[in-house]
């Protein structure tokens, strides 16, 4: 019945992996506007939006087929799912690791599926101010978008999510587009995991 359900609403493993590549097409349309370069930089994760609580308890089990649950951590009152993949998606010349499944919260989402990418720009800064300083200064091409951004279509967003056990802060700084997002932080995902187990 489940794989039923998530066939039904093109949310199946199999799906999701052949709507990636015109996804990322939208996501690098997003990194041309702000006129980002992450050629060299990690890909960290890919990130799901499931608005109904059944369909993503469906693909978290479906997931788990090609996956291996790296975490399961209660964030703003949801739990959030990291999964590492047994093969790295290989798409648009990066290697994606890890998917994060978010269970759904309060909020509905228009559009059900792939919604952003975090990219790591590795840093070791203390605050929100000093990362976004840093990614500024690493993207001389963003700093002198930054303040058309909005008159772009883009909506930017700066945070520090945090889980209970989390050692480390990934200050997070996110753009979105058109449906799609992308966000920068100083930490792999597997980083912060680590930081909790430890």
Avoid at 117 to 126: G, H, L
């Amino acid at each position: 019945m489940s794989s039923l359900l998530l066939k039904e609403q093109q949310l199946e493993p199999q799906q999701l992996i052949n709507a990636l590549p015109a996804f990322m097409d939208r996501i690098q349309i997003l990194l041309d506007v702000l006129g980002l370069d992450l050629t060299g930089y990690q890909a960290d994760h890919v990130a799901l939006r499931i608005n109904d609580r059944g369909v993503a308890e469906a693909a978290h089990q479906a997931w788990l087929q090609q996956a291996k649950e790296w975490s399961n951590n209660e964030i703003n009152g949801r739990p959030i799912i990291a999964l590492g993949f047994n093969e790295a998606l290989n798409i648009n010349g990066w290697s994606i690791e890890c998917l994060e499944l978010p269970y759904p919260g309060d909020k509905s989402y228009p559009q059900q599926g792939w919604e952003h990418v975090e990219w790591v720009i590795p840093c070791d800064v203390n605050s929100q101010e000093a990362f976004l300083k840093y990614v500024l200064k690493t993207f001389p091409m963003l700093e002198e978008k930054w303040d058309n951004l909005t008159s772009l279509g883009v909506k930017v967003k700066q945070s520090c999510p945090s889980g209970e056990a989390e050692r480390i802060a990934n200050y997070t700084v996110a753009f979105k587009y058109q449906g799609v997002c992308i966000k920068l932080h100083p930490h792999s995902l597997k980083a912060v995991i680590e930081s909790e187990q430890s």
